[in-house]
């Protein structure tokens, strides 16, 4: 993206060439490029402006992206259209991978074969972890570094937060930035649901096209069970899945009772922790959410969880 930023570099350059500034008319919108070809890309991308759309032509695929290189990756990586296969050589080895990236990181990892062609790996893991008790290696020395600092504390820049009464910390100054526009309302953006009389508000727009999609049926895209004279559908893809297992017997995984002489099974894994709550009581299977004295580490997945408006209750994750 180019922005005004770039203005000073590009006069040490070409100090007799003007510049033209194309700058985006949507409203509130600060964005600037030199290139017209550049305003044009970014109101597709950013406002939806002039798109046209490209839509996966294969069949109860409703994708569709703005851009046609979108297209070409969707079909490799979600119907293996136009992929170049990447096979591993090793006896009895079935691994395959659409990236000869990957392919290199499992022979390093699985066969220990060196890896060439990957910036910054010079082989495979040689840099160990110096603690005595941890067998931790990697390829890369940085690795060792982040290692230390996230496992073991060493080398550690703590980003404290200075909110009143709060002894939050957190080695990434991302993760304090989340943290305080989770728990303390600082640095965030409140996008709004744009629904007739809905108060709903989110902290991530993401949010907001699932809240409408979700609540409002706006936006959605509705997968259809594809068994005969089936009408079931779903938002979400992972529902139908369950439901094509549930009702039909469609790619079921058999979750299996672990007590001791129980034939007990079940298609959903939360069912077996019940059967065991219910039968055997020989395990805990309660979940306790831990969005007080959180980690890290867990901060960003926690503030996609509890994305809530402060001024309601927070409501108990089952």
């Given amino acids: 993206m180019d922005n005004v930023g770039s203005d000073d570099m590009f006069k040490d350059y070409a100090p007799d060439i003007a510049i033209t500034w194309y700058r985006c008319p949507y409203p509130d919108c600060v964005y600037v490029a030199k290139y017209?070809?550049?305003l044009k890309r970014h109101r597709v991308s950013a406002h939806d402006i002039?798109?046209?759309w490209h839509e996966c032509q294969e069949t109860n695929c409703n994708y569709r992206a703005k851009h046609k290189d979108n297209i070409k990756t969707h079909q490799a990586h979600i119907h293996d259209i136009g992929v170049t296969w990447h096979e591993c050589q090793e006896t009895n080895c079935n691994y395959r991978a659409k990236h000869r990236g990957h392919l290199n990181g499992h022979l390093a990892a699985a066969h220990d074969i060196s890896i060439t062609g990957i910036t910054g790996v010079t082989g495979v893991a040689q840099y160990e972890c110096p603690d005595p008790d941890c067998v931790f290696k990697a390829r890369v020395k940085?690795?060792?570094?982040?290692?230390?600092?996230?496992?073991h504390d060493i080398g550690v820049t703590w980003h404290e937060c200075r909110e009143h009464e709060c002894d939050y910390r957190a080695k990434q100054k991302g993760h304090l930035k989340v943290h305080l526009a989770a728990a303390h309302d600082i640095g965030v953006t409140w996008y709004e649901c744009p629904a007739p009389d809905c108060i709903y508000r989110a902290k991530k727009k993401g949010h907001i096209g699932a809240h409408l999609a979700s609540v409002h049926n706006i936006g959605v895209t509705w997968y259809e069970c594809p068994a005969p004279d089936c009408i079931?559908?779903?938002?979400?893809?992972?529902?139908?899945k369950v439901h094509m297992a549930s009702v039909h017997d469609?790619?079921?995984?058999?979750?299996?009772?672990?007590?001791?002489?129980?034939?007990y099974r079940a298609k959903l894994k939360g069912t077996i922790n019940n059967h065991l709550t219910n039968r055997h009581a020989t395990i805990d299977t309660s979940y306790e959410c831990q969005e007080v004295n959180r980690d890290a580490d867990a901060e960003k997945r926690l503030f996609d969880i509890h994305d809530v408006d402060p001024e309601f209750e927070h409501d108990t994750i089952v």
């Fill in 142 to 151: 940085s690795n060792i570094k982040r290692h230390l600092a996230y496992t």
């Fill in 250 to 263: 469609i790619g079921v995984t058999w979750h299996e009772c672990p007590a001791p002489d129980c034939i």
């Fill in 50 to 52: 002039g798109v046209t």
């Fill in 36 to 38: 017209k070809g550049n």
């Fill in 232 to 240: 079931y559908m779903a938002k979400k893809k992972g529902h139908l």
